[in-house]
């Protein structure tokens, strides 16, 4: 799952960061207004963390270009401010969250979760497909009740894949999800197919269906 931090506060920034990575969330960063700006018109996030006190602009006015682009990601605003008008706007403009500094670092990531599990997952903590089922909070498969073993990328991937289901996923999406705007310097995907080609090993070991399909020359589907 991939998350962008807003923030001009390095040191909060970092921390951020730190704590959701251990928590398996790859993190990118945009310092100011208009390297969020830039982020949000080139790349996906399952959630974004916004300051809306940025030295450069305002990010309420990120939020109304998130809505103008009719963007999906998940955004929760974190500021300093505590005034109820500032929540009530971000909210109305389309944040799913407000959160207040100075906060838990664990409370942030929990409120991440719930913003990504009732955007993708329809606010269930598991996903459940025929013979397959995933825990989200514990991270966890079963097939036929049995576990199966994945590696982080693997399982962030599965889940990427339900989470946009009947829908063909290119593989230069699927790389920039793995990798953030670390894919732009890549040679090629290949490491996108070697990930895909391990995951449908293990989940047809299990017993589990064909559901995710090569669409050939474009991409990858998960039918259900």
């Avoid at 942030?108 to 329809?122: E, H, N, P, W």
Wanted: aromatic share 8%; glycine share 6%; charged share 30%.
């Amino acid at each position: 799952m991939k998350i962008l931090i807003i923030e001009d506060e390095n040191e909060l920034a970092d921390s951020i960061s730190e704590y959701l990575s251990e928590e398996n969330y790859l993190c990118e960063f945009a310092r100011t207004y208009n390297q969020a700006l830039e982020k949000i018109e080139s790349f996906h996030y399952d959630c974004i963390l916004l300051d809306i006190m940025l030295p450069d602009g305002n990010g309420m006015n990120i939020l109304e270009e998130l809505k103008r682009q009719d963007k999906q990601d998940g955004v929760i605003i974190i500021s300093a401010k505590n005034a109820l008008d500032d929540k009530i706007k971000g909210l109305q403009i389309g944040a799913d969250d407000y959160l207040t500094k100075p906060f838990h670092l664990s409370e942030l990531a929990a409120r991440i979760y719930s913003v990504i599990r009732r955007k993708q997952f329809g606010n269930s903590n598991t996903v459940r497909q025929n013979e397959l089922e995933i825990d989200l909070l514990a991270k966890t498969i079963l097939v036929h009740n049995n576990p199966v073993i994945l590696t982080k990328k693997e399982f962030d991937l599965l889940l990427y894949f339900i989470g946009n289901k009947n829908r063909v996923i290119s593989k230069s999406t699927l790389a920039e999800h793995l990798s953030g705007d670390f894919a732009d310097m890549l040679d090629n995907h290949d490491f996108v197919y070697a990930h895909i080609k391990n995951l449908k090993k293990k989940l047809s070991e299990a017993g589990c269906e064909s559901y995710l399909k090569t669409v050939y020359g474009t991409g990858y589907k998960w039918e259900g």
